[in-house]
Every structure is written in structure tokens, then in C-alpha cells.
């Protein structure tokens, strides 16, 4: 089938293709352009729930570690908070050279000041108060270092929705503050 080359100019000019050109011809042309068109949206059904499961679970990773995060330095306030309880505690709770002779207050279970403030964020496994240098050893520091007392927290955050593993985040916390009661 010749083509008029007037046609193919006026096409040319108008930016338009005819519509017997696009369309496949021959036999079984028909059925597969309906096959070619039938398959498209499932395809896009497939791509769409691809990418809708990629966007669940980046949100979810943002959720899990913004949880984490916020954990973390929830736990370290309270670590902090009890270090500057048992740096100040008071007489009553010191024997001889100022050792600390009632950490429950800080380190009690289940209602010293750390345990309380870190509540159900984490599992806490152990809290542990300690100064130094220690009172048994030495009854009079040395004038040019100063008394400290450390607070340590060791705890277990869980997964909220296990993206990481199935297992908890293990951490330990310390802080030390000046021993202001020696």
C-alpha cells in the first residue's frame, strides 16, 4: 500500500500520527492488543503493592527507632536523676568516711528513683551505685581528686515491632556525679 506524500507532509505539520499506524494489523492483531491492555493493570496492582510495603515498612523502621531514641534518653535522665540523689545523699544514709550504706533509695527494687523513672520503657537488670575511690579502702581522699559516686544501669528495650530481630537491645548506662557527702 503506497503512501500519498501529501499525507505524510500534513502529518508531519499537524504532529499527529494516523490511528491505522499505532494499531498492530494482521491476524490475531486484535486479540493481542487486548491482551497487551488486560495485562497492564495488573502490573500496575503489582507495582503498587510493592511500593506501598516498602513505604509500611520504612514508616515502621522510623517508628521503631524514634521509640528507641526516645527510650534512650529517658533512661538516661533517670540514670542521671540517680546519680545526683545518691552524690547528695544525706548523713543518715552514710556510715563512717561517708560510704554509702542505703542505696535503695536509688537502686531499690522495684521503688528506687531509677527503677521508678525508667518504669515500663525498659527491663531493667541490674542498677549498681558506686563510689569512688571507695570508702572501705581509702577514709580520706586525696585532696586533689575529688569523691565520685557512679551510677550504672544495665537494661533490655524490646523491639515494638520486631523490624530488627526478635530479640531486645541490650545497653548500659553510667553517670558520675560529685560524692557531696564526703
Do not use: W
Request: net charge positive; charged share 15%.
Amino acid at each position: 500500500m503506497p503512501r500519498d506524500p501529501s499525507r505524510q507532509v500534513s502529518m508531519q505539520a499537524t504532529g499527529r500520527v494516523a490511528e491505522a499506524e499505532t494499531q498492530p494489523t494482521g491476524p490475531g492483531a486484535d486479540r493481542m492488543a487486548a491482551r497487551c491492555r488486560k495485562r497492564q493493570p495488573g502490573q500496575a496492582l503489582v507495582e503498587t503493592g510493592l511500593a506501598i510495603t516498602l513505604f509500611i515498612v520504612v514508616v515502621l523502621g522510623m517508628i521503631e527507632f524514634g521509640y528507641a531514641f526516645m527510650a534512650l534518653n529517658v533512661i538516661t535522665q533517670a540514670v542521671t536523676a540517680g546519680a545526683r540523689a545518691a552524690g547528695a545523699l544525706q548523713v543518715g544514709n552514710r556510715g563512717s568516711c561517708g560510704r554509702i550504706t542505703d542505696t535503695s533509695s536509688v537502686d531499690g527494687n522495684p521503688n528506687g528513683l531509677v527503677r521508678q523513672q525508667i518504669g515500663g520503657t525498659a527491663s531493667v537488670t541490674n542498677v549498681s551505685v558506686r563510689q569512688n575511690p571507695d570508702p572501705n579502702v581509702v577514709c580520706t581522699p586525696n585532696p586533689s581528686t575529688l569523691p565520685t559516686v557512679t551510677v550504672t544501669v544495665t537494661a533490655d528495650l524490646p523491639h515494638l515491632f520486631g523490624l530488627l530481630g526478635s530479640g531486645a537491645f541490650s545497653f548500659t548506662r553510667a553517670v558520675t556525679f560529685r560524692d557531696e557527702g564526703r
